[in-house]
């Protein structure tokens, strides 16, 4: 989760993002993209659960640098939505500790095949409704962490007229969710993971593989107008 200080003492969550390794996660560019030239005012935050409580695990982060998709909206609206997010080094700072509640997700090998069969599990603190007002002035995300199950949906039925037509999903873009409408991701969702439990060839046991990230749709749960996810596995970018 990325979370943007907006005054001293007073912070707000703002998107969330995607463990990858000790000091670097994935989010989505347009998440921070309007900020890029003073990327100081983030804060990277892991292991939260309530936003108002001290979790556990919760451990804050200044950031270093954000490498942004070189080609970020280049073509379609938002195309490559993805940026690497670096943790500064400080001191002894081994970056982020992982343990029950905070860690990395597994990357997916590159020739990963989203079949439109597969569920992907989505979380973050988004609303729960796009149309919903506003539960508290300057924020109206949820407090506590939440998660859905969504399907995968077949490009070329993704691409029809009734759903976003043939221009707007690009090759590094796929949908999921149902399109009689549903569980949804929603703003302030943006930059957080769907993952899909996989057996991996090089594991034993299924592990949470990254499989997209949280990008955009119209509205949310509408009917015909499932959540866009960036293809993770679709993409060139580097640590
Ligand atoms: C948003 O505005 C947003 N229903 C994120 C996800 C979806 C729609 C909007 C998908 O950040």
Redesign the pocket.
């Known amino acids: 989760m990325v979370t943007d200080v907006a005054k001293i003492c007073r912070t707000f969550h703002h998107c969330g993002a995607v463990i990858i390794s000790p000091f670097h996660l994935l989010t989505t560019a347009h998440c921070l993209w309007d900020y890029r030239d003073t990327t100081g005012i983030y804060y990277v935050r892991v292991g939260d659960n309530v936003i108002e409580v001290l979790d556990d695990e919760e451990q804050d982060f200044d950031i270093e640098k954000i490498d942004f998709h070189e080609e970020f909206g280049v073509g379609p609206y938002l195309n490559n939505d993805i940026a690497v997010v670096h943790i500064k080094r400080t001191g002894v700072s081994g970056g982020i500790r992982f343990g029950n509640k905070v860690g990395p997700a597994c990357l997916p090998p590159r020739d990963l095949f989203l079949s439109p069969a597969i569920n992907l599990t989505v979380s973050g603190w ?1 609303k729960n409704g796009y149309d919903q007002p506003q539960r508290q002035k300057g924020t109206n995300f949820v407090s506590k962490l939440n998660m859905a199950v969504v399907p995968v949906i077949q490009r070329a039925t993704c691409k029809e007229e009734k759903v976003y037509g043939p221009e707007k999903i690009s090759l590094g873009m796929f949908c999921a969710g149902l399109l009689e409408g549903g569980p ?7 930059g957080g993971p769907a993952v899909a439990f996989l057996r991996l060839a090089k594991f034993h046991e299924t592990r949470a593989t990254l499989v997209g990230l ?4 119209y ?3 509408r009917e015909n107008k499932p ?2 996810y960036t293809q993770v596995s679709a993409i060139k970018w580097t640590l």
Do not use: A, F, P, Y
């Open positions: 988004g949804d991701t929603c703003q302030g969702d943006s949280t990008s955009w749709g509205g949310c749960g959540g866009v």
